[in-house]
């Protein structure tokens, strides 16, 4: 099997063989040095594997729920960072056919845009764990459940919150994937 990857401006070709033997892998071997194509097996002794991708954000383990929220809604925030409102501008690793408006269930991450709060923070691009919906989902066990509000929580980059205290309840669900929320939560439903 081959597997082409472009990795700063140059082509990388990496060779991967079931079999360390036969003609089949001996002809592809010459015909890619053939033409002066990169080719190697993985990292070399002593040599650290080259990593790819940024740290991501973590991301909660998908649970079904009705998403409430979608682009251009308001999330009152309910922790104690300094901003009061924010608008959901997209959300994080949603994936949904073209022209589908993004939307969120509690516990996803949210990009947004602050519309109150301190001055410092108007006006900036902020990550947000969704914490309590407006819109009923079912439980697995039965029980239907909504929260009076939209609200969410800031973090940063890395995930950790921006605040110390988040006030009102988080449902069970957000609790589960986001425990360094649950642990500033006030309850948890």
């Known amino acids: 099997r081959l597997c082409g990857r472009l990795r700063d401006g140059r082509s990388e070709w990496r060779l991967e063989a079931w079999q360390a033997h036969g003609s089949a892998f001996l002809h592809a071997v010459q015909f890619?040095?053939?033409?002066?194509?990169?080719?190697?097996?993985?990292?070399?002794?002593?040599?650290k594997a080259t990593q790819y991708k940024e740290a991501k954000l973590p991301r909660k383990p998908r649970v079904k729920m009705t998403r409430g929220v979608q682009t251009e809604s308001r999330l009152r925030v309910v922790d104690n960072s300094g901003a009061k409102e924010v608008k959901v501008i997209g959300?994080?690793?949603?994936?949904?056919?073209?022209?589908r408006i993004p939307c969120a269930a509690p516990g996803d991450i949210v990009v947004c845009s602050v519309k109150k709060g301190k001055p410092d923070l108007r006006k900036k691009i902020v990550f947000c764990v969704f914490v309590r919906q407006k819109k009923i989902w079912k439980r697995r066990d039965g029980v239907n459940i909504c929260f009076e509000d939209n609200a969410c929580c800031l973090i940063d980059n890395k995930g950790d919150l921006k605040g110390t205290q988040i006030s009102g309840s988080i449902p069970r669900e957000v609790a589960d994937a986001w425990p360094k929320v649950a642990s500033q939560a006030y309850s948890i439903d």
């Open 91 to 99: 959300v994080k690793g949603f994936s949904g056919r073209l022209n």
């Open 32 to 47: 890619f040095a053939s033409m002066k194509i990169f080719v190697r097996a993985g990292p070399m002794a002593g040599e």
